[in-house]
């Protein structure tokens, strides 16, 4: 394999890490926050939807975003309503959310475009710019770190570059900051957050509200920058590898850019068959590179790779003590 | 204190939550631009107007009650198996290999060895989770969808590699021997002389999901085991200070639970399809969580949500069509039934116990 043989499959690890890494920064504020999210799939699915949608009506990629976010944003106020207001089960309320989204993004899409499920493909403003970035031409002569930085570096979408800056962005919001402090606090133990006179449930409204955040550009990054429209189910079960990111990462922003960029590059590699057969002289079956995240996951979870161990109170709906 | 009398936590309580799932999704029906009112009388008259429509609902209804049961099943022991459509997937492959490699001289003989087959083979793909959340305390239900992946990921290569016969494109197993072919709804009810739609895929497989449901009945209300299992689901500690072992229970639990999503395999795979192919468990996995937590966990309420959403299904393609409506309104329908009955539970029950008590007050 030739170095720009690897640089391209490192520049659609970088392409196809960014949703990843933006659903499992979501889940990361959500599941810190107490509160578990396995809707995250069906937030960015709803999210593509309606950013691929708008972006198609008003040619306007920006107006698309935020019209993901929105869609994002309500489904995740439907999940807090369900599990913060109404103390239900955060689990089956993720659940329903996918189910929501996978239905409705068809029958919506259906009813106003008539594509089968599809929107449109968006050209022109529809769709993130690639950008390149500064020097990246004229730095391409340098040996090895040209290149690299004109391949891999530059010549992504806004959102690529947003992304990666929310790494340090959560991780000092999570670590450095006096809201940080309690949202992890109500994630592990709600009662004494409200001891101090702190509103868990405001909270952790906040937390799922960053969730849809995040979730939304992830969904909007999927059909307006990695892809060129939507497609039926186009998220693909990234949701859960996101989740799967997630425990990978501890529940930590810089580990999850880590298992995400791991993950990207194997989603990348399984495109290219023909390197890895070349790199490693066998036949390697693209099902198991498939299943290979959800492999991982199962043996981090159970321990035999190190501990993950989840916030303490996720997952419980927080009831006042009377 | 009860607050509320036990037909209203079974009967009223439901059907409020069903009502708002139905009432939303005619909403939706309304903001695509079609007429609620016609497309339910054409899921009606499509799904159970006819015997041709109910040998579809009665096939669809047999899937859901499996699933349904492996979901109620976990859930007693407060176990949530997400993972009934990789099971269910796996439960196919143990059907494949027992319709396939063996030459069986009736259909009898195979549907027994068929059904110990599917129940093993989800069993299986179900005591990993369990044994990773009872060993090592990852949890169950992360690990249940991780496994749903896997399993697609496993029956991908299985039937693109091992089970395709050669010289074929299409990524599935040959088709069954004629002897493995199960007797159709049709057949069975045609020779007692009871009319019935011939060409539609219910068969015996309902019959074995009938005495399902009242094996899980007898299990989990007249055994020691079922009453285990109940107790630790109501409460972990308690079960344990009474000496039932967690392990144990988790494990059997898990292992039934599979058993019975792999079981469905019997249905679509050998009754309907005859042959294996990717992805035939079509999302009747997590149907089943529905099916579940409609029927309220019990076998009863479970067949009850099994025939309402084979009636969907079938009157959901019956839609597609006829109508613009594709055949993701079911999902759509599925998704606030699982919101209601599931997640916005305490949304409804609040306010009946609300009154239920002011009435008392009153009286």
């Known amino acids: 394999m030739d170095y720009l043989t690897l640089l391209q499959i490192l520049d659609s690890t970088l392409r196809l890490a960014t949703p990843l890494l933006l659903a499992c920064l979501a889940g990361l504020f959500s599941e810190r926050g107490g509160i578990f999210d396995i809707g995250l799939e069906g937030k960015m699915l709803a999210a593509a939807f309606f950013a691929a949608a708008t972006a198609a009506v008003t040619g306007s990629v920006w107006l698309g975003l935020l ?50 499920g ?35 570096i530059s010549g992504h979408t806004i959102l690529v570059y947003v992304a990666l800056l929310c790494v340090p962005l959560s991780w000092y919001i999570l670590f450095r900051t006096r ?135 996720g997952g419980e709906p927080y009831v006042k003590e009377r | 204190m009860q607050t509320m009398p036990k037909w209203a936590d079974i009967v009223l309580i439901p059907l409020i939550n069903l009502f708002l799932a139905f009432f939303i999704s005619g909403l939706v029906i309304l903001a695509i631009g079609e007429d609620p009112v016609a497309a339910v009388k054409l899921m009606v008259e499509g799904a159970v107007g006819s015997t041709y429509g109910w040998g579809f609902t009665l096939y669809y209804a047999t899937n859901f009650i499996f699933t349904g049961l492996a979901v109620a099943v976990a859930f007693h022991a407060a176990l949530f198996n997400i993972g009934g459509e990789g099971q269910a997937a796996l439960g196919g492959l143990g059907v494949a290999l027992v319709c396939l490699m063996i030459p069986w001289p009736h259909w009898t003989v195979a549907l027994v060895a068929a059904s110990v087959g599917a129940a093993a083979f989800g069993a299986l793909w179900a005591t ?42 299409d990524p599935a197993s040959a088709k069954f021997p004629e002897a493995t072919h199960l007797p159709t709804l049709s057949d069975i009810l045609n020779s007692v002389g009871i009319p019935f739609a011939a060409r539609t895929p219910a068969n015996v497989t309902l019959i074995i999901a ?35 072992s967690s392990v144990k229970i988790i494990m059997i639990t898990m292992a039934l639970s599979g058993g019975l999503a792999g079981m469905m395999a ?48 079938q009157g959901g393609a019956e839609l597609a069509l006829w109508t613009s409506i594709p055949r993701d309104l079911v999902v759509v329908i599925q998704a606030l039934v699982i919101l209601f009955t599931g997640a916005l539970d305490g949304m409804v029950r609040a306010p009946v116990e609300k009154m239920f008590l002011m009435m008392r007050k009153g009286a």
Request: hydrophobic residues 55%.
């Open chain 1, 67 to 116: 019209a993901g976010i929105a869609a994002s944003m309500v489904l995740s106020g439907l999940h807090g309503l369900a599990s913060i207001t109404f103390r239900g089960n955060q689990l089956i309320s993720g659940v329903a959310i996918n189910f929501l989204a996978a239905g409705i993004t068809v029958l919506v899409g259906q009813s106003w475009f008539k594509l089968g």
């Open chain 1, 118 to 152: 599809r929107t449109p493909p968006l050209i022109g403003g529809g769709r993130f710019p690639e950008i390149t970035l500064p020097f990246a031409e004229a730095l391409r002569d340098v040996p090895v770190i040209g290149p690299f930085y004109a391949e891999v």
């Open chain 1, 179 to 313: 809201f940080g402090l309690r949202l992890r606090a109500v994630g592990e133990n709600p009662a004494a957050v409200d001891t101090a006179g702190v509103s868990v449930i405001g909270l952790r409204f906040a937390a799922v509200a960053i969730c849809g955040l995040l979730c939304g550009i992830a969904g909007a990054y999927l059909a307006t920058g990695l892809g060129a429209g939507f497609v039926k189910d186009m998220s693909a079960g990234r949701g859960f590898i996101a989740l799967a990111a997630l425990i990978f990462a501890k529940w930590r922003p810089w580990y999850a850019l880590y298992a995400t960029l791991l993950f990207g590059f194997l989603q990348a590699i399984a495109l290219r068959p023909d390197v890895l057969e070349s790199l490693l002289h066998f036949k390697i079956q693209v099902q198991l590179l498939d299943a290979l995240p959800y492999i991982l996951t199962v043996v981090i979870l159970a321990g035999f790779v190190g501990k993950a161990v989840p916030p303490r109170a």
């Open chain 2, 128 to 169: 990993i989770p369990a044994y990773l959340q009872a060993k090592r305390g990852s949890h169950i239900v992360i690990t249940t969808i991780m496994f749903n992946f896997i399993a697609a990921a496993l029956l991908n290569y299985v039937l693109v590699n091992l089970l395709r016969p050669a010289g074929t494109m």
């Open chain 2, 210 to 244: 009938l005495i399902a449901c009242v094996a899980v009945y007898y299990l989990i209300w007249r055994t020691k085991l079922g009453y285990q299992i109940r107790a630790f689901g109501k409460s972990e500690p308690a079960a344990r200070y009474a000496g039932i």
């Open chain 2, 266 to 313: 019997i249905n679509n795979v050998m009754g309907e399809a005859e042959r294996l192919i990717l992805n035939s468990v079509e999302g009747a996995g997590f149907i089943g969580i529905a099916v579940a937590l409609m029927g309220r966990s019990h076998p009863f309420g479970v067949l009850l949500a099994s025939i309402l959403f084979g009636f969907l299904y």
